[in-house]
């Protein structure tokens, strides 16, 4: 039997928050993911975007979340050499006198002004897409590149005999008034950060979860440009020439394979957006573990006191996982 403090179900961005928190507080910990199968994480831009929605508004708590996932996010920077995390500016496409009038009040605000800045024109995108109107650009906003950071960490992890590659079963898990056992593991406290999985979970299914499944094309552009475009879908360069664009929602779904629907839903926005040749280079998809509220989800079972969940973080995951891991450490558990 192996002894630890606390098991982590799922290895998605909040799964690695919060074993990442753990560390840091000296925490010792187990995690137990199936090799990513089926995580939302792993299809994500890695966008974090301080203001968002048709109303042009601020992310909640921006101000708070940043210095967090800013620090975060730097330090595994410097750990590993690598630049999972970056700067990358998005120009959001004004198609009329609506939306650049919409977009000029908002950046007269004080509150928003360090954010937001408006250009007539921008040579980076002149003979690669249908120009709009005029630009709005948020500046202030990051990529976190999720797809090699989250197996970089598994890696680690792996190594240090503390990441176990296997599913979950429900069924095997043991509980005690002072903690519980799942196989040959006994732990003081486990935490379920399964995303979409946890409409499986019998302790925590209840909760007002909501997932929807999201696809995006993978494409290659042989000239292409070094900052975010939000029009009808997102375009956002991942390295190599190659861009992530998407996403569609879908609120009802059998599987979270890539569908014949999400690549129709992208490709045809696509091909509305640029006026360059592209290739499809590959389709991903995954089910966001969205909530009825739109907030995440950290809580104590309120029966079986050894249990917790990390859930719920939506599309902000990359900007939500480091806050709340550490108010999960700090406050919660």
């Known amino acids: 039997m192996t002894n630890t403090e606390v098991i982590i179900v799922g290895q998605g961005i909040a799964g690695s928050a919060l074993a990442l928190e753990l560390a840091k507080k000296g925490i010792d910990f ?3 993911d199936p090799n990513h199968y089926g995580s939302s994480s792993m299809a994500a831009a890695g966008t974090i975007n301080p203001i968002t929605g048709r109303n042009y508004v601020k992310s909640w708590i921006f101000e708070e ?3 967090v996932f800013k620090h975060t996010y730097t ?3 410097e750990a590993s050499g690598e630049e999972f995390y970056k700067d990358l500016p998005i120009y959001r496409s004004l198609h009329s006198i609506k939306e650049e009038n919409m977009w000029l009040s908002r950046k007269e ?3 928003y002004d ?6 007539t024109s921008s040579d980076a995108f002149k003979g690669i897409i249908n120009l709009p109107q005029s630009f709005g650009e948020i500046k202030g906003s990051h990529q976190v590149q999720l797809r090699a950071l989250l197996p970089y960490l598994q890696k680690k992890w792996t190594s240090q005999q503390k990441l176990i590659n296997e599913d979950f079963d429900y069924n095997l898990l043991q509980v005690q008034e002072n903690g519980v056992t799942y196989k040959d593991l006994k732990a003081q406290k486990i935490v379920f950060c399964e995303g979409h999985r946890v409409v499986h979970n019998p302790f925590f299914n209840h909760l007002p979860f909501d997932p929807v499944k999201g696809e995006a094309l993978i494409i290659h552009l042989k000239e292409g440009f070094n900052v975010s475009l939000r029009d009808k879908i997102f375009i956002t360069p991942i390295g190599n020439d190659l861009y992530w664009c ?3 929602y879908a609120w009802q779904y059998t599987d979270h394979l890539p569908s014949q629907e999400g690549f129709d839903f992208v490709k045809s926005n696509l091909d509305q957006i640029l006026v360059q040749p592209y290739e499809i280079a590959d389709h991903w998809a995954g089910i966001r573990p969205a909530t009825k509220s739109r907030r995440p ?4 079972h309120e029966v079986h006191k050894a249990l917790y969940i990390f859930n719920g973080l939506g599309t902000k995951g990359s900007s939500l996982a480091p806050y709340f891991a550490e108010r999960m450490v700090g406050e919660v558990m």
């Open 30 to 32: 187990r995690i137990l």
């Open 65 to 67: 979340l940043k210095p």
């Open 75 to 77: 330090q595994l920077n």
């Open 109 to 111: 605000d004080s509150q």
């Open 114 to 119: 360090e954010y937001l800045d408006f250009h």
């Open 246 to 248: 998407g996403a569609n």
């Open 297 to 300: 989800i950290i809580a104590q």
